[in-house]
């Protein structure tokens, strides 16, 4: 029975090479094989955009907006990391978050997130829960890794999982090949999972019991990035945003990515090897959503799109074709600087970015410059409180490379 049905999805799905291999395995084997497909292959029947919308692209130069800790006091706000990815790319085959990052204590992705949470949370008098999506694959690692570490000081109850499916992966002919024995190979399913992931979950309930209204969406792999942002919120707010989106502007140093485009007069975003042209906005998957937007867009089919993977071709859903659905959308530019500095190919170049972004918090909280060449300053530091910057406004001769609030509450002027 179980081998007749295999037969039937793999002819249907044009894979008759691997028929004989479907014929050597073990009953279980046949039933471990269908429960990866009933998993993994795509609903081909995507979802119709059903509205008409509209958006604003707004910069610094053309907004004017108060930045004040008011606009998040007493809230309770979600964060999404996007974190379903493997350090391959950089030669390590550990969870991308678990990669060490920071120049001087080696921190890790996650321990960075981590402390920007709670320094978040104390410098803008509000509540955050973070969720992380995983893949099937570094799930378990993943948790037992904040296990291990004491989830960074967080509470148990701010920090939740879930778990994207897998797509199938295919050679460039389009043929599917074993990982092992009755396994096929296969990867995550790309970030348009998050809506239907994080519903499936129960934490669209969760969110509605505990009064978490707005859930910023991030990957795990732009140190740079902050967990909230005052400006996009207050323009998601102000303009009543389904969708709320950061962008930098094109440069030399921006390369394989997506950009932002019109179509009938409706902004999209291409990715960059759906497109030879050049973009000059580009999306840094960095996101702002109203919790009724992800209820909906959790009943929504998006349509797939094929990507180059491990040398492999996968068959993935993004979460920026979302704004096919969305009644109104609002693109906010950021400094690049600030806001954006990707791990790719190599950890060094964004050391150097983080270190230089430390340098100039050194210099506006001590009134001078650093004199050593590297530094690091604890997520303290990034946010902190009057108390704190009247005392480094006191400290002369500071050349410690690791500064964290501590350090500076202790020392002697």
């Excluded at 094989?33 to 692209?57: A, C, G, M």
């Excluded at 030399?252 to 960059?272: A, C, H, L, P, S």
Aim: net charge negative; charged share 25%.
């Amino acid at each position: 029975m179980y081998e007749e049905k295999l037969i039937e999805i793999f002819t249907k799905y044009q894979q008759e090479h691997l028929i004989s291999d479907i014929l050597a395995l073990s009953v279980a084997e046949q039933v471990q094989l269908l429960d990866q497909l009933e998993k993994t292959l795509p609903n081909e029947h995507r979802t119709k955009p059903f509205v008409i919308s509209s958006y604003e692209i707004l910069s610094e130069k053309n907004h004017a907006i108060a930045k004040s800790s008011a606009d998040f006091k007493d809230k309770h706000l979600g964060v999404i990391v996007m974190a379903a990815g493997q350090g391959s790319r950089l030669g390590i085959d550990i969870p991308k978050g678990m990669i060490e990052i920071t120049p001087i204590k080696n921190k890790t992705l996650f321990q960075l997130l981590c402390e920007k949470v709670k320094a978040s949370e104390r410098y803008y008098q509000c509540r955050i829960t973070l969720f992380i999506m995983l893949s099937e694959e570094n799930s378990n690692q993943v948790k037992a890794f904040f296990i291990k570490q004491k989830l960074f000081g967080l509470h148990s109850s701010q920090v939740k999982f879930f778990t994207q499916p897998n797509a199938l992966m295919a050679d460039e002919w389009g043929k599917w090949v074993w990982q092992s024995k009755g396994i096929l190979l296969a990867g995550p399913n790309g970030n348009g999972a998050l809506f239907k992931s994080f519903e499936m979950a129960n934490y669209t309930s969760f969110c509605e019991e505990n009064k978490i209204d707005h859930l910023f969406v991030l990957p795990i792999d732009n140190p740079l990035a902050p967990p909230i942002d005052e400006e996009l919120f207050s323009l998601h707010e102000e303009k009543q945003s389904d969708m709320t989106l950061a962008a930098i502007k094109q440069d030399d140093e921006t390369k394989n990515m997506g950009g932002f485009v019109t179509v009938d007069r409706q902004i999209r975003v291409v990715e960059y090897f759906e497109s030879e042209d050049l973009f000059e906005l580009l999306n840094i998957g960095y996101y702002l959503f109203s919790l009724t937007f992800i209820k909906q867009m959790a009943q929504v089919k998006l349509p797939y799109h094929i990507a180059k993977k491990r040398g492999y071709l996968k068959k993935e859903q993004f979460i920026f074709d979302g704004l096919a659905f969305t009644e109104k959308t609002v693109v906010v530019i950021k400094k690049k600087e600030d806001f954006f500095a990707p791990i790719k190919d190599a950890i060094l170049p964004v050391q150097t970015k983080l270190i230089k972004r430390d340098k100039e918090i050194f210099s506006r909280l001590f009134k001078t410059q650093m004199p050593v060449d590297d530094i690091e300053l604890s997520m303290e530091m990034h946010f902190p409180t009057q108390e704190v910057i009247k005392k480094c406004e006191k400290i002369k001769n500071l050349s410690i490379k690791y500064i964290d609030e501590d350090l500076v509450s202790q020392w002697e002027i």
